[in-house]
């Protein structure tokens, strides 16, 4: 079976600077769950408005269907979703794929810092504080790992991997095909 990791986070949390290299060091390909979101919702995002669940529902299913798509191509892919709900979660788990998720976690502060310095975003820092309020961490019966933002891109990959089961993926410098 196809294994899909979600790499999941409030915004700012860093998904897109370490799901790219983690999908290139697993040899996967690589989607941002921003380029699934319609217009309609990139607008409301910029003009400082969070997403209702209804919003949402048709981006996950999109996401759901990449994954899906990348299941019946090859051995893994790796996705960036905030996936801040369990509910979401279990969206994107009704794929045919494995899917495990590598929350990447940090305290408001480092959060907040980051996204006061990032340009060329649709998501406003104002809207961080509604991200916190939905996020659910994972729970126990969930397939996936959390890990502290505070470190270097690749020390986080290297404990994500190894949380995950180093048998599963490539060690430091091999690929996986």
Request: hydrophobic content about 40%; aromatic content about 6%; some cysteine.
């Amino acid at each position: 079976m196809s294994t899909c990791l979600v790499v999941m986070g409030v915004s700012g949390a860093g998904k897109s600077t370490l799901a790219r290299p983690l999908a290139a060091r697993l040899c996967w390909p690589v989607a941002e769950a921003d380029d699934f979101h319609p217009d309609a919702n990139i607008a409301k995002m910029a003009s400082g408005v969070p997403l209702t669940d209804a919003d949402r529902a048709p981006w996950l299913a999109a996401i759901r269907d990449w994954i899906n798509a990348q299941a019946e191509t090859g051995p893994g892919a790796v996705v960036t979703c905030s996936a801040l709900k369990r509910r979401y979660r279990d969206s994107l788990r009704a794929a045919r794929a494995r899917v495990r998720f590598v929350h990447l976690e940090g305290s408001r502060d480092v959060i907040a810092g980051r996204l006061a310095t990032r340009t060329g975003h649709f998501m406003p820092p104002s809207l961080l504080e509604s991200q916190f309020g939905d996020l659910e961490p994972l729970a126990p019966d969930e397939d996936g790992v959390t890990v502290d933002v505070g470190d270097s891109p690749q020390r986080i990959i290297e404990a994500a991997l190894a949380l995950l089961r180093p048998r599963d993926y490539p060690a430091s410098g091999e690929t996986h095909h």
